[in-house]
């Protein structure tokens, strides 16, 4: 598909307010867009500069934008890219928002718990209807925090016509409302679980079912305990690609450690 920092890139964009234009590429989006996102371009164009000519994200347009935040929405945010020359079509899934946006966030933070707790919620809805309404032959999904709970519901609910998922320190799905199948679906090679070491976000929920992730480095030193979980954070090698964490933080030794009890034997919920 594409390489670990095009990937990276994606999901940085998906968390800008973009001014769209439909079939405009991404280098054209982030210029038109960089009065209303202070601060969140720079990062995402040193990574471009990063790539090679014949990069496959070159090749990726902007079909549909969709923007239900506050005061009139329930928080989903999500985008669709085709690839000019194969159609593929790559769906991105926002997370939450950042803190600062007060009004945004807390209407993701009640999502948030609304799905963990219940397995469903409204933005869970609204990704599931954007997902159907702009779907092509050969879909990618594609999402961070919240966004990758999205992304991996929309995974679960519609398969057969998704090529691959790819969430990096994602929200677990909550495993009571869902399928042996669909448990099954989340260990597959359909979906690349990516974890930063000593995120907590995708550790919480405890996955007993969910053991096939992948462990990445990530440059925090002097930070806080939710560094881990920013983009910004993670180790890119000079091929552009993620650096393989063989021994996680603590909390993710912990993750696997409980990963690999059965909770279902004794009906315990974490």
Known sequence: ??????????????????DFIEGSDIGTTLFRSSINNQGKIQPIIDY?????DNASLF????????NENPPHGNGFVGYVLE?????????????SENIGQLDHSQIDMVDNVVSAVT???????????FFLENMGQTNYLLGHSKGGNLAAEVFISYDN????????????????????????????????CIVASGDIVSWLGVKSWQQKKRFVKVDTEGASMFSPHDLL???????????????????????????EVSFDRFQLEL
């Open 59 to 66: 090749d990726l347009t902007i079909k549909k934008y969709l």
């Open 83 to 95: 690839n000019k020359k194969n159609k593929d079509i790559i769906f991105l899934f926002r997370g």
């Open 119 to 129: 397995g469903d919620s409204n933005q869970i809805e609204s990704a599931k209807q």
């Open 233 to 259: 954070n993670i180790v890119i090698d000079q091929d552009g690609d993620f650096v393989d964490e063989k021994w996680p933080y603590i909390a993710n030794i912990i993750d696997l450690i409980l990963n």
């Open 161 to 192: 016509q998704i090529k691959k998922v790819i969430t990096i320190n994602g929200q677990p799905v909550n495993r009571t409302n869902i399928t042996s199948y669909q448990k099954a679906l989340l260990n597959s090679n359909q979906h690349e």
């Open 1 to 18: 598909m594409y390489k670990d920092i095009e990937i990276l890139i994606l999901m940085q964009l998906s968390y800008l307010d973009i």
């Open 48 to 52: 471009i500069n990063r790539l090679e």
